[in-house]
């Protein structure tokens, strides 16, 4: 039971990564941003294809990094400067990515099996293959929290949080909108890329397919961690994305232990999500005569 | 300070719903005018308002502000030229933002975003001091979303920011019309001392022909895509409800047929 929760605990540090670039999409620019779909395969596909050709897995993951932030501006560029909705070019991006995906790989898998990866040398110092994932997991995640703590307290943070939240108002302060959206996709596909790598890594494989629904996980994740752990301040809000991406591990890990069959995983997920997205519809049902007084009619 | 010069716009060419909405209007604002701009629905206030802030691009004419050619200038590059307060409380402010967030977005207006903190202590210090004579107690709530705040509250809040860096123009786009009478006055007080103590030059529009009338130094009134009315200085001081009614019925050929304005 332990080892399960551990695993659910690493796996769930790496979708961690994955998680808050979902939430700069879609909490922070209000935008449902698809193109990570295809940016996880290829953060897993850049950095497969490099360690196999024999780059350090430091340098890989960087690599895997760069094809994200690429990815991001692509969709970027087509959204605000080609004028195509958000979710459209999230969705041409995603699609092109496929085929991109398997250039990379030259095949629809590559296997990193006894292959050195950044968990290495950790393994090497005697740690366990999970622990070792948990002890880099959270080196990242923890310095990508810093990071993004940092960036979005200044004077561009500021404004894309802005732009998500009220783009004429925005404008009228003198800033470019479409700068903003494009940095905070070109930020979220890179972070995305980041986790497909560290995935690919864990579990010494990358596949084409791999990021094929990655997007609800990241939602359900977001939404997890929100409703669980609260956001007081952007801090908390953070630390509550890794939380929410862990537990959901956890939850997976549990469900699959008491017999769900692997192959209904999506559905289940799928669901999740839905009814999550959906509560504040039934609170509504349930509460009428509060929300009504609260609205003044 | 502004100089409109023959501009036309016209709303879905070709159409059925084709709509000209500015037929070539001319207006030259002097540095220090303060301009109540008045007219029924579809008159063309609001388009003249959003042609100078760049929301759409005109289809004849040029705009200058402050000497700058702005016709041609994507919205947020005039936005160092600007300050706007919209009719809609919602729109000038972020909601989901603190009421210090929103004013140092405000403070950087026209100034380019860098990685530098997006918000100092002095100017939390500065803040505190600005607000606290609106008389609303938003000093001691730097950090409160302003999405919790009242519409009389966030327009307070807008204008503020709207003069915080001293804009070429200010422009007020009916930004009391959403409150309730008592505050709407408060705010249009508020406007009015603003625009004194910073000799701000100002377009305001508005439904309300005695805010029109009691309001700025110059009025002018606008139907059907033509300015019909422009009066200033002591002609403007004399100015009442009734023989502004009589204006509109002599230089229009209809009868100023908007409840709204007369009965405010």
């Known amino acids: 039971m332990l080892q399960i929760i551990l695993g659910a605990v690493s796996l769930g540090l790496l979708w961690a990564i994955m998680t808050i670039g979902v939430y700069i999409t879609y909490r922070i620019l209000d935008i449902a941003d698809l193109t990570v779909e295809g940016t996880l395969a290829m953060g897993a596909a850049i950095a497969a294809q490099a360690i196999t050709s024999g780059v350090n897995p430091y340098a890989a993951t960087g690599l895997a990094l760069v094809g994200g932030l690429i990815a991001g501006f692509t969709t970027g560029i087509l959204h605000t400067q080609l004028k195509i909705p958000a979710l459209l070019s999230g969705i041409l991006t995603m699609i092109a990515l496929y085929s991109i995906n398997l250039r990379i790989m030259g095949k629809a898998n590559i296997s990193l099996l006894r292959m050195d990866t950044v968990y290495t040398w950790l393994q090497n110092l005697g740690l366990s293959d999970t622990n070792a994932v948990i002890a880099l997991g959270l080196v990242f995640v923890l310095v990508i929290v810093c990071f993004l703590y940092w960036f979005f307290g200044t004077e561009i943070g500021c404004a894309i949080r802005a732009t998500g939240n009220n783009p004429k108002m925005v404008r009228a302060q003198g800033i470019n909108t479409d700068t903003m959206k494009i940095i905070g996709l070109v930020l979220s596909n890179g972070l995305v890329a980041i986790s497909g790598a560290l995935i690919a890594q864990s579990q010494s494989f990358a596949d084409v397919q791999m990021g094929t629904g990655s997007i609800v996980i990241g939602l359900a994740s977001v939404i997890i961690g929100e409703v669980l752990f609260g956001k007081k301040n952007f801090f908390s809000r953070l630390i509550s994305l890794v939380l929410g991406a862990i537990t959901y591990r956890i939850i997976i890990a549990l469900v699959l232990k008491m017999g769900m069959p692997a192959n209904d995983l999506k559905l289940f997920t799928a669901i999740t999500v839905a009814i999550a997205l959906s509560l504040p519809v039934f609170r509504s049902y349930l509460n009428p005569v509060k929300i009504s007084l609260k609205e003044g009619r | 300070m502004l100089s409109v010069n023959d501009i036309y716009k016209v709303f879905n060419p070709g159409t059925v719903n084709e709509k000209v909405a500015l037929r070539n209007v001319t207006v030259t604002l002097e540095e220090g005018d303060f301009v109540t701009l008045i007219g029924g629905n579809g008159a063309g206030k609001s388009t003249l308002l959003n042609s100078i802030a760049g929301v759409f691009p005109i289809d004849k004419g040029s705009i200058v502000i402050d000497g700058v050619d702005v016709t041609k200038l994507s919205e947020h590059k005039r936005a160092s030229l600007l300050g706007r307060v919209f009719q809609d409380p919602m729109m000038g402010t972020a909601a989901n933002m603190w009421i210090e967030e929103n004013l140092a977005l405000a403070?950087?207006?026209?100034?380019?975003?860098?990685?530098?903190?997006?918000?100092?202590?002095?100017?939390?210090?500065?803040?505190?001091?600005?607000?606290?004579?609106?008389?609303?107690?938003?000093?001691?709530?730097?950090?409160?979303?302003?999405?919790?705040?009242?519409?009389?509250?966030?327009?307070?809040?807008?204008?503020?920011?709207?003069?915080?860096?001293?804009?070429?123009?200010?422009l007020l786009d009916e930004h009391t019309a959403a409150l309730d009478p008592k505050t709407a006055q408060k705010v249009l007080e508020l406007s009015d001392q603003f625009i004194k103590e910073g000799n701000l030059t100002t377009l305001m529009i508005t439904h309300n022909m005695r805010d029109a009338i009691k309001y700025g130094n110059r009025l002018i009134m606008m139907h059907d895509g033509h300015i019909i009315l422009d009066i200033k200085g002591e002609e403007k001081k004399k100015l009442t409800v009734e023989n502004l009614l009589e204006r509109f019925g002599k230089v229009s050929g209809e009868e100023f047929a908007n409840d709204r304005a007369l009965l405010a």
């Open chain 2, 107 to 170: 403070f950087r207006r026209g100034k380019k975003r860098t990685l530098k903190w997006g918000i100092t202590h002095k100017e939390r210090m500065m803040y505190k001091e600005l607000l606290e004579p609106l008389g609303l107690g938003l000093e001691n709530r730097l950090t409160t979303k302003v999405g919790l705040l009242s519409g009389g509250q966030r327009q307070a809040l807008t204008l503020l920011m709207a003069t915080l860096k001293r804009p070429k123009l200010l």
